[in-house]
């Protein structure tokens, strides 16, 4: 059973700093694409970042610079860090895997495997 399970969101003040985790089991994780997506309240969802199974990195543009992503393979992790967050910035975050491909790809329907989602609260 693949499972993909978030955490780390919470309420911080603008400029503040969290750190999401993804804790993946089920399947060799090292081998694929993995990301998060947000989704705002009435807003659809957007790609925040992705890294690939080469540990190529890709950020949407209005998070270049603040968020980072990265993965620990020996503990089948996902992070992102947020840093200088904004209050549009909030969001319920998603870890995802794109399927079993190991490289990239910007659209929502490649990844098919979703967590559960974790809340950031800017305010």
């Known amino acids: 059973h693949v499972q993909l399970v978030e955490s780390g969101g919470g309420l911080v003040q603008p400029g503040g700093s969290l750190t999401l985790s993804c804790a993946a089991s089920g399947y060799t994780y090292g081998s694929f694409c993995m990301g998060w997506f947000r989704q705002a309240p009435g807003k659809e969802r957007e790609g925040v970042a992705a890294?690939?199974?080469?540990?190529?990195?890709y950020y949407a543009d209005s998070v270049k610079g603040r968020f980072t992503i990265s993965r620990d393979n020996g503990k089948n992790t996902l992070y992102l860090q947020l840093n200088s967050l904004k209050t549009e910035d909030t969001a319920m975050y998603y870890c995802?895997?794109?399927?079993?491909?190991?490289?990239?790809?910007?659209?929502?329907?490649?990844?098919?495997?979703w967590g559960q989602g974790t809340q950031v609260t800017v305010s």
């Open positions: 995802v895997q794109r399927g079993a491909y190991t490289d990239y790809d910007p659209r929502t329907y490649a990844y098919t495997l």
């Open positions: 890294i690939d199974s080469d540990g190529s990195t």
